[in-house]
């Protein structure tokens, strides 16, 4: 395990040091409880055992300070053992109230914390195994299966936070939807598997040209989203004016450029998109009204022949 001891008598930190290093364990020492605080923010462990005594900052009030760090939700919690002089059970209900696991007084015997650490270490194995799962799992509700780009939950969460912040600067509010051309047309007759990896290959296209006005400063902040079946959506938030119409463009030509055959899309003859871009404020429009301005430009895109952008 990976330790951090929290001791401001060097003396007792050499020793435990050399104990616990014998035992395979790699300690860091902390002789202070600023310093504790300061090393837990950059660094992770695996357990943190804790003096109380300390001048300054006691290792009560290091402890529910290194609780009160951000990213240190209750389930990810490095278990901390405290370990002290003082053998009484009000400072046990303390070191508990105060965010720590348990307690050990330093006169016990020698296995005594070898014992507890054990506990700890399961604990926080099955904590890390939890907090992996909780990635994965938060990874899987924000994307889509087929597509991997964000899915319609998450576009909409996204969306809420983003549209809050362009107010609140008074910035500019960009949405591109876009809708595959005849795609109906295009599993009747490719097959529902070509389906498929027409619809990877465009998200792919339409992912592009978002992450390049992105990484451009074109459109900073702009991704990609499944918005649902054959329909995608771009959000550009903060959008300098008339971005949202060059990204429009691009995307209605990256599509065209992949050159993927689709025999009954009327005129193209390949795989096309067409696209319906607006840019509102935010703070005179409500985000519903956005989707429906960006509908009535794609519906009418649809109308003028597909494979373009309407803005
Ligand atoms: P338009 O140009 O007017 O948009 O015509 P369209 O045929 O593209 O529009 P329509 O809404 O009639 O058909 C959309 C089709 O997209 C129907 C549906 O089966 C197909 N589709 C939706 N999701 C998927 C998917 O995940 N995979 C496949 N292969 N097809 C899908
Ligand atoms: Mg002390
Ligand atoms: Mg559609
Ligand atoms: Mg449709
Ligand atoms: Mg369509």
């Known amino acids: 395990m990976k330790i951090l001891l929290v001791d ?13 290093e014998s035992f395979g364990h790699e300690v860091r020492h902390a002789n202070n409880g600023q310093a504790a605080i300061d090393m837990f923010r950059n660094e992770s462990f695996d357990l943190v055992l804790m ?5 300054g900052m006691n290792g009560f009030e290091t402890t529910t300070r290194i609780r009160g760090l951000e990213g240190h939700e209750p389930w990810a919690w490095t278990p901390i053992i ?3 002089a003082t053998d009484s ?5 303390t070191a508990i109230e105060a965010g720590g696991d348990d307690f050990i007084s330093k006169s016990s015997p020698e296995g005594v914390l070898q014992a507890k650490m054990k506990a700890m270490s399961r604990i926080a194995a099955l904590r890390s195994r939890l907090a992996q799962a909780n990635g994965k799992l938060q990874d899987q509700a924000n994307h889509d299966g087929l597509t991997g780009l964000f899915n319609r939950r998450a576009m909409d969460m996204r969306i809420d936070t983003l549209w809050e912040t362009a107010v609140q600067k008074g910035k500019a509010f960009s949405l591109l939807m876009i809708d595959v051309d005849n795609f109906k047309k295009y ?6 598997q070509s389906g498929d990896d027409c ?5 792919a296209a339409i992912d592009g040209v978002a992450m390049r006005a992105d990484a451009d400063r074109l459109a900073p902040g702009a991704f990609a989203a499944r918005y649902g079946g054959e329909e995608f959506s771009v959000i550009i938030p903060e959008a300098p004016p008339g971005v949202h119409v060059g990204v429009g463009l691009s995307i209605v030509e990256a599509v065209a450029a992949l ?5 009954r899309n009327e005129s193209w003859g390949r795989v096309t998109v067409s696209v319906g871009a607006v840019c509102v404020s935010p703070a005179s429009s409500m985000v519903k009204d956005v989707f429906r301005q960006a509908d009535e430009l794609l519906y009418k895109a649809k109308g003028s022949g597909r494979n373009r952008c309407e803005s």
């Open 199 to 203: 619809l990877r290959a465009v998200a």
């Open 82 to 84: 405290f370990v002290t």
């Open 51 to 55: 003096d109380i005594e300390m001048p």
């Open 8 to 20: 401001d008598s060097r003396a007792i930190a050499m020793i435990t040091t050399a104990r616990l």
């Open 89 to 93: 059970d009000t400072n046990l209900i």
């Open 259 to 263: 050159n993927l055959p689709h025999e």
């Open 187 to 192: 599993n009747d007759h490719y097959g529902h």
